[in-house]
């Protein structure tokens, strides 16, 4: 079985920022992924992990959300086409409006992706849903267009021979189920499903989850908010607690406990 994961590369970045992304985690993560031919991500979002583990066998990022799923496809197969809609942008709180107004039904792949990824990187706290325009009084911009080929082009070649889903937890992990096969999986945290938009998961949707993964040939490791509801939910799993700040949220540097639950022994 190929391991190639377990190296940690901090200089890798990932090209968004993301509520509830693992930046700080991945140096605590990386270490504890097991031996794998096919390296899955349930539940990507900003996709840390994979940005800074070395390269497995297979890869697979998924996620339900269409933009997020759209702008990685646009980034692996059509970054000099996606900068060059970028030319002649401004980051300025008209623009923000302006494509926040849009109706992404009208727009092309390349569009829809630029789209996303603008508002995305200029939202306050870099949320997805309810976005308003992110200014500080005492740091820069997140989005620098001049550095925009340079900033992506290191997430384009990482992306290169990676799988690209986007489809729902359930069908994903059915689909690719093995026991060579290892599932990272950092869902929305308990009492924040909606921070990723309405209904798209939902209490019930954890209680699914585990029954899912009680039949998985594959190992997998899960990265969670430490509550009393979640523990009870995977009684019986190996856990363990991390440290951690929060790095984008209005409690940026507060230190919390996360949950790292697995169906294997961590170290």
Excluded at 93 to 113: C, H, N, V, Y
Excluded at 169 to 176: A, D, G
Excluded at 227 to 255: C, D, H
Aim: proline share 3%; glycine share 4%.
């Amino acid at each position: 079985m190929a391991n190639q994961s377990r190296s940690l590369t901090t200089q890798r970045k990932s090209p968004l920022a993301w509520v509830g992304g693992k930046s700080k985690l991945t140096s605590t993560i990386i270490p504890l992924i097991p031996k794998h031919t096919c390296y899955v991500e349930v539940f990507a979002g900003a996709a840390w992990v994979l940005f800074r583990k070395d390269a497995s066998k297979v890869e697979v990022i998924n996620d339900i959300n269409g933009d997020l799923i759209c702008l990685y496809r646009v980034i692996q197969n059509h970054l000099e086409e996606f900068v060059r809609y970028f030319k002649w942008s401004l980051v300025s709180r008209e623009e923000f409006a302006r494509l926040q107004r849009i109706d992404e039904s009208t727009l092309t792949d390349i569009q829809r992706a630029a789209r996303f990824y603008y508002l995305v990187k200029n939202a306050f706290g870099a949320k997805i849903v309810s976005q308003s325009y992110g200014v500080s009084n005492s740091t820069k911009p997140r989005l620098n267009l001049l550095r925009l080929e340079e900033d992506l082009s290191e997430a384009h070649l990482r992306l290169s021979q990676v799988n690209i889903e986007n489809l729902p937890y359930h069908e994903l992990i059915k689909r690719y189920d093995g026991k060579d096969v290892f599932f990272y999986i950092d869902p929305p945290y308990w009492n924040c499903e909606n921070d990723y938009g309405k209904n798209l998961f939902t209490k019930a949707d954890f209680e699914h989850l585990r029954d899912l993964l009680k039949a998985c040939q594959g190992k997998w490791l899960i990265s969670i908010n430490n509550v009393p509801e979640i523990r009870e939910l995977f009684a019986g799993y190996e856990f363990k607690e991390v440290k951690t700040r929060y790095s984008i949220s209005m409690n940026e540097g507060k230190q919390v406990t996360e949950l790292l639950i697995a169906n294997y022994k961590l170290e």
